[in-house]
């Protein structure tokens, strides 16, 4: 078995387009048209060669490894909110259900890039497990009429966006905690002309499917110590009480009643 070539340093980054899988073909393929077109204008207009990047490609997103020598003042301060603009201004002419939003990750670190089925490398798992953390999802929820939410890795705030370069308002970044498999790490979240600080912070509501749990009703008061009374839809009604499957009260030994309890 070879060793790996000696790793590089660079910038990894990851992107990928909100509600892909519910589109139908042909709207998935028109998304997937978008998505390139608008990568490949933005990083032209900022002075960015995407012929020089390291692409592995998703359908619904792409991991791109960039080279050693690119500026991560200008991946995080100008590629986001360019890619922004120009993604608004496409998807003002297009139906709602054909829109593209796009969730984006930012890290860096070391990369083999030679490996035999991949790019061995922390920092490309480290970034795509923030592209897929909740915070990052909650965020295009909370900002319906944002078409890119960014987050960043702790590296690259603390060395780029808490300095303030080129106009970055690192008060407008929320602070999260993601935890995504074995990840568990802070980062923090962007979304281009919105302040997201707002999201620092916020617990993901609870499922929907767990409804809170019961209290058993108590009985209310007993006429004799053989005769308990319980309260069962608003209504006082004497004992003993018959109780079906499950512990639920369906009637008395006087009869039925209309409504049921539990013991």
């Not at 390291?54 to 359908?59: E, K, N, R, V």
């Not at 281009?192 to 108590?218: H, I, R, V």
Request: one cysteine or more; aromatic letters at 6%.
């Amino acid at each position: 078995m070879s060793e790996p070539t000696h790793p590089r340093r660079c910038i990894v980054l990851a992107v990928d387009i909100e509600r892909y899988s519910p589109r139908t073909n042909l709207g998935q393929y028109r998304a997937q048209q978008l998505f390139r077109e608008v990568l490949d204008e933005t990083a032209a207009g900022i002075g960015l060669d995407r012929q020089s990047w390291t692409t592995q490609q998703s359908g619904d997103g792409e991991l791109a490894i960039l080279p050693a020598d690119t500026s991560e003042l200008t991946v995080v301060a100008d590629f986001v909110p360019a890619l922004d603009r120009i993604l608004r201004d496409r998807n003002s002419s297009l139906l709602p259900e054909a829109k593209v939003r796009l969730r984006v990750a930012i890290h860096q670190g070391l990369v083999h890039m030679t490996g035999a089925n991949g790019y061995p490398s922390e920092a490309i798992v480290e970034v795509c497990r923030l592209l897929d953390a909740d915070p990052l999802r909650q965020a295009l929820v909370a900002f319906p009429h944002a078409s890119v939410a960014l987050i960043v890795s702790r590296s690259i705030f603390h060395d780029v966006v808490r300095h303030g370069y080129r106009g970055l308002r690192p008060e407008r970044f929320a602070q999260v905690k993601v935890q995504v498999k074995q990840l568990v790490t802070d980062a923090w979240i962007f979304v281009p002309d919105e302040d997201a600080s707002s999201l620092a912070g916020e617990q993901p509501p609870p499922a929907a499917d767990q409804p809170p749990p019961s209290k058993p009703p108590t009985p209310v008061a007993a006429t004799s110590a053989e005769t308990p009374t319980y309260q069962i839809s608003g209504v006082t009604t004497h004992g003993p009480a018959v109780f079906g499957p499950g512990g639920t009260a369906i009637g008395t030994v006087n009869g039925p009643w209309h409504g049921t309890a539990d013991r």
